[in-house]
């Protein structure tokens, strides 16, 4: 399973050429997004296909191919575009489950899973679907005012059997054979805006798969049609893949690789706090894109070391960016914050009481006063301002020193 050659992109080294994900690559190649955008979406697409009919068994229950991906990237570097690519093929396909709509509350979502599924004489609750949301923001809206979806979400990725949800429908609803596959595009901005808990300490942070743009790679002013022929024939694969049901047999020299790979993993509770879920998930993630990758290459449902192989390199090389660019993120939206705060107080020459320039930045800071205590710290350091106490009042001043 060779790559296409970039000298930069490690990710996109490690693209198939062959399989589906190869004839994929192929199909949209003169298109303008990203290649690492193109190879996420078709990995989303098989993981969307394949919802919970195949597994990897896992203590009493199995460990299924899932993904959510997320294309993280500024307006116009093509993941709207990547993301509408996989949809449209997708929505081709007569036997597929359910597309949940793109904007929609908690309550909207377990309805929209709980379809009826008739098994001999009962009737069940089958809630396998997919969210296809080129922009999160449509999908999750303002996070900080809406913790009831990351909180259902967040129960929805593990797959469970079954999972009541009377403290979130109102009517008394019991999920069956869960499955929810996601893939959502988002900008850095609204990311570290709204999103709660920071990008990885949260648990559901750590299930996603970020794909990062790094720059745009072409341009292409008038793309012409697709291949016909290739899109049938891609169309015909996903049908032959949505009809494999079963467990997945782990070749022995397989499951040696992956023991001893697992145990060389650090200790979550050992390394940096913001990346424990991250790390405590990773084991899944690997065996979750193992599968797709093995899919995409055949459908015998047999896993080999090298899709192991593969699925690690292909993780290690999202994380690698990930911290990468998270921290270029962070320090961008601190600098930002410490900026304002610096001109709100700048703006009165005769200065600002410590309670006026908080309701000032409230929105910048999130309302966090351990931050609204950095930047200020950080401000006296720098010289930029002076702080003191009011003569009349005794309240705590803050001045800028070329104010």
């Known amino acids: 399973m060779e790559g296409v050659t970039d000298p930069v992109d490690k990710l996109v080294n490690l693209i198939p050429r062959e399989g589906w994900i190869g004839e994929y690559m192929q199909w949209t190649e003169k298109s303008e997004p990203p290649a690492r955008f193109r190879f996420a979406t078709a990995m989303g697409i098989i993981s969307s296909v394949l919802s919970r009919n195949i597994w990897l068994p896992y203590e009493n229950r199995g460990t299924y191919p899932n993904l959510w991906i997320l294309l993280m990237g500024p307006s116009g570097c093509g993941k709207d575009s990547a993301i509408s690519q996989g949809y449209n093929l997708f929505m081709q396909l007569e036997d597929r489950p359910k597309v949940i709509a793109e904007k929609i509350t908690p309550e909207a979502l377990v309805r929209a899973l709980a379809s009826h599924r008739k098994e001999g004489t009962v009737m069940k609750r089958d809630a396998k679907g997919v969210v296809f949301a080129p922009e999160l923001s449509n999908f999750l809206g303002k996070v900080r005012y809406n913790e009831g979806m990351i909180q259902l979400l967040t129960r929805l990725y593990d797959c469970p059997p079954s999972m009541p ?4 429908a109102r009517k008394s609803v019991t999920l069956t054979d869960v499955c929810l596959t996601m893939m959502w595009g988002s900008t850095p901005d609204w990311y570290l805006k709204y999103m709660p808990d920071g990008v990885m300490c949260g648990g559901f942070m750590s299930r996603i798969l970020y794909v990062f743009y790094v720059r745009r790679e072409k341009r292409v002013p008038n793309p012409g049609a697709f291949c016909k022929k290739a899109e049938a024939r891609l169309m015909s694969t996903l049908a032959d893949m949505r009809k494999l049901k079963g467990p997945i047999k782990l070749e022995p020299s397989a499951e040696d690789f992956f023991n001893h790979w697992y145990e060389s993993i650090p200790e979550p509770t050992k390394g940096d706090e913001h990346m424990a879920g991250y790390i405590s998930r990773k ?12 899919i995409s290459e055949s459908h015998k449902l047999v896993m080999k070391q090298h899709h192991l192989e593969l699925a690690i390199k292909v993780m290690n090389a999202l994380e690698e960016q990930l911290m990468s660019e998270v921290g270029g993120m962070e320090a961008s939206e601190a600098s930002r914050a410490t900026d304002i705060v610096a ?5 009165k020459p ?4 410590r309670r006026e320039v908080m309701q000032k930045a409230y929105k910048r800071i999130k309302g966090r006063r351990e931050e609204f205590d950095r930047i200020i710290d950080w401000l006296l350091h720098l010289g930029t301002i002076t702080q003191g106490r009011h003569p009349d009042t005794n309240e705590m001043w803050y001045k800028a020193v070329n104010g």
Do not use: H, Y
């Open 165 to 168: 949800t009377e403290t979130i």
């Open 343 to 347: 001109t709100i107080i700048a703006r």
């Open 350 to 353: 005769d200065g600002m009481s």
């Open 283 to 294: 084991p899944m993630t690997v065996k979750k894109l193992a599968m797709v990758l093995m």
